[in-house]
């Protein structure tokens, strides 16, 4: 029989050789801090099919490719013309014809499948379907849609990682695809047939720093306020302070990564460690620790601040015109004067050189200029350039914030260091990894150093106290009963990234809570608010309030009933300097 009808018997043999078919490892879970899952997978299918069995030898029907793609379509919402030149293939034994459907669509399928069969049983009509399979697969989901979604990052088509975190951990996640070949007849495994099976290995878990309520509470404040302001964009961090933890990172706009095809490509970062621009007078933190640090000067020394200071090719000025004021250190502070700013750090050494290389050496010890040390794909160092490179007019307005750039999360980290006694700890998103044998291992430990004295941090959190709780503070929007809060607004000129001129403002507001004990720094940044106020106390004094007085409750911290310090922050021109 075989001598004589050969290619009969080949072409039989063909339905029942043995076909080997990819087994996707399951992605592992990125969660919260407290296992709340952020990042998961879900039961899904591959709906695939066998051209072979569309065939008019194999359905008795010319147009069994068409007939199976009408019936297919609605379910999977795929082209119909598509599915039946899929359906038509002759060059191959496998095609996929929609990616990751519910179970529900597969049950959907399967109750059609078996419909047909029973009817072609009873001799009425064709099963077109019975060629039409389906593959365990997993689903990327993210369950608080938006929540953290720049953080976390994407995956793609293809189930990689393509943006955030997922991109970055993406071979731990991933795991490891196995195989399994076995022998079918007529589309179907055969049950008693011999079959080689690889299994995948699961990818690993990994638990995130980030707490999922602040990190709601955070986004909902930026998205608020981004809206109200009519501005480009803004961010939060929340960033334990003992820790170094990154409580929350929100962004706005952003993207919800299930639905990752409608987004606009513009939000699918995060801006707050890929955003480089220039803070303004939240960094004269860093001014005032240097002058604090070095001894040259204490809260309570006399600045006396005139209406413009002609320096280098310029004559510098304050956000509103004044008669000289008579402030103290602690008044500059608290009254964010640029030009006293200029003044107590000319204090600092003989020569504007050596005063330049001092105040350079304090702001990459606050990490400035360097990595974070997250490892965030695509994050930004920001621009500190070489104190030998500061331009005549760098080498004054660097003191309060304009001609050096850094991203959020440098900026949230600044403070943490004052906050934690003047040593800096490394920002962290990860917590530890669980890997395929249930094993947790917990992430390294981060680096840290001492910036400044932790007497030098103890006086500068007294002043921070000064901006909030002083009636002569720029920061009185962040106060809260019963808790004493440290912080600093920024109102600075903002560079256009299309036309790198200067165009618009950069609102922001920077502290930590309780300033007697502190657990956490809150900070915030608006990018070009068009409609309102654009100052940092109007526009992110707010939303600082809002995300530090959600996280008190949250993190169950009971209000101590300090009081401020009380620095003086102005003097009597005939009374003698301390």
């Known amino acids: 029989m075989q001598a004589v009808d050969a290619g009969t018997f080949a072409q039989a043999a063909a339905v029942n050789r043995y076909v080997t078919v990819p087994l996707s490892a399951e992605r592992g879970t990125m969660t919260d801090r407290d296992g709340v899952p952020l990042a998961t997978t879900v039961d899904a299918y591959d709906i695939t099919a066998d051209p072979?069995?569309?065939?008019?030898?194999?359905?008795?029907?010319?147009?069994?490719?068409?007939?199976?793609?009408?019936?297919?379509?609605?379910?999977?919402?795929?082209?119909?013309?598509?599915?039946?030149?899929?359906?038509?293939?002759?060059d191959t034994r496998y095609v996929r014809l929609a990616r990751k459907r519910t179970p529900q669509e597969w049950r959907q399928i399967k109750d059609l499948k078996n419909a047909l069969a029973g009817r072609a049983a009873d001799g009425d009509g064709a099963n077109v379907l019975a060629g039409v399979f389906a593959e365990e697969h997993a689903k990327r989901v993210y369950p608080g849609d938006e929540l953290a979604a720049g953080t976390l990052g994407f995956v793609n088509a293809?189930?990689?990682?393509?943006?955030?975190?997922?991109?970055?951990?993406?071979?731990?996640?991933?795991?490891?695809?196995?195989?399994?070949t076995y022998a079918q007849s007529g589309g179907r495994r055969i049950p008693t047939a011999d079959a080689e099976e690889q299994p995948a290995v699961p990818g690993s878990d990994i638990e995130l720093t980030l707490d999922r309520d602040i990190q709601w509470a955070a986004q909902r404040a930026i998205r608020e306020q981004v809206e109200e302001s009519q501005a480009d964009g803004g961010y939060v961090v929340v960033q334990d302070v003992r820790s170094g933890e990154i409580l929350a990172m929100a962004n706005a706009p952003t993207f919800d990564p299930n639905h990752v095809g409608r987004?606009?490509?513009?939000?699918?970062?995060?801006?707050?460690?890929?955003?480089?621009?220039?803070?303004?007078?939240?960094?004269?933190?860093?001014?005032?620790?240097?002058?604090?640090?070095?001894?040259?000067?204490?809260?309570?020394?006399?600045v006396t601040v005139p209406n413009r200071l002609p320096r280098a090719d310029r004559a510098f000025a304050d956000d509103i015109d004044h008669p000289t004021w008579y402030l103290t250190l602690d008044g500059v502070l608290a009254k964010s004067s640029n030009i006293g700013t200029i003044l107590a750090t000319e204090q600092l050494a003989d020569s504007r050189q050596k005063t330049n290389r001092i105040m350079h050496s304090?702001?990459?010890?606050?990490?400035?200029?360097?990595?974070?040390?997250?490892?965030?794909?695509?994050?930004?160092?920001?621009?500190?350039?070489?104190?030998?490179?500061?331009?005549?007019?760098?080498?004054?307005?660097?003191?309060?914030?304009?001609?050096?750039?850094?991203?959020?999360?440098?900026?949230?980290?600044?403070?943490?260091?004052?906050a934690n006694g003047g040593v800096r700890i490394e920002p962290t998103l990860v917590r530890g990894t669980t890997g395929p044998d249930g094993g947790f291992t917990p992430a390294p430990d981060p680096g840290t150093r001492r910036v400044i004295k932790e007497k030098?941090?103890?006086?500068?959190?007294?002043?921070?106290?000064?901006?909030?709780?002083?009636?002569?503070?720029?920061?009185?929007?962040?106060?809260?009963?019963?808790?004493?809060?440290?912080?600093?607004?920024?109102?600075?000129?903002?560079?256009?990234?299309?036309?790198g001129r200067y165009n618009g403002y950069t609102s922001s507001f920077a502290g930590f809570a309780p300033a007697d004990k502190p657990r956490f720094t809150v900070y915030c940044a608006v990018q070009n608010p068009r409609r309102g106020s654009y100052?940092?106390?109007?526009?992110?004094?707010?939303?600082?309030?809002?995300?530090?007085?959600?996280?008190?409750?949250?993190?169950?911290?009971?209000?101590?009933?300090?009081?401020?310090?009380?620095?003086?922050?102005?003097?009597?021109?005939?009374?003698?300097?301390?």
């Open 52 to 90: 072979l069995l569309f065939t008019e030898e194999h359905t008795d029907v010319a147009d069994a490719p068409a007939r199976a793609a009408e019936l297919l379509a609605p379910i999977v919402g795929e082209d119909e013309q598509e599915l039946t030149e899929q359906l038509s293939r002759d």
């Open 362 to 418: 304090y702001l990459r010890r606050f990490g400035l200029g360097r990595p974070t040390g997250i490892g965030f794909p695509g994050e930004t160092s920001g621009l500190l350039a070489a104190p030998g490179d500061w331009s005549a007019s760098q080498q004054y307005t660097i003191a309060f914030g304009q001609g050096v750039s850094l991203n959020a999360v440098q900026a949230a980290s600044t403070y943490s260091t004052i």
């Open 263 to 302: 987004a606009d490509s513009a939000t699918l970062g995060n801006g707050a460690l890929q955003d480089a621009y220039e803070p303004g007078s939240t960094l004269k933190v860093v001014s005032m620790a240097a002058v604090l640090n070095e001894g040259v000067a204490t809260p309570r020394t006399h």
């Open 535 to 578: 100052f940092g106390s109007d526009v992110c004094g707010p939303v600082f309030k809002d995300v530090v007085s959600f996280s008190l409750k949250s993190l169950g911290v009971p209000p101590s009933g300090a009081k401020s310090a009380g620095l003086p922050v102005s003097f009597d021109p005939d009374e003698k300097a301390d």
């Open 456 to 499: 030098t941090a103890r006086t500068l959190s007294g002043m921070l106290e000064s901006v909030v709780s002083s009636d002569e503070g720029t920061g009185s929007t962040a106060r809260i009963p019963g808790y004493l809060v440290a912080g600093k607004t920024g109102t600075s000129n903002r560079v256009d990234p299309q036309t």
């Open 158 to 180: 293809a189930g990689q990682g393509g943006g955030g975190l997922e991109a970055k951990f993406e071979e731990r996640l991933a795991g490891k695809d196995g195989k399994i």
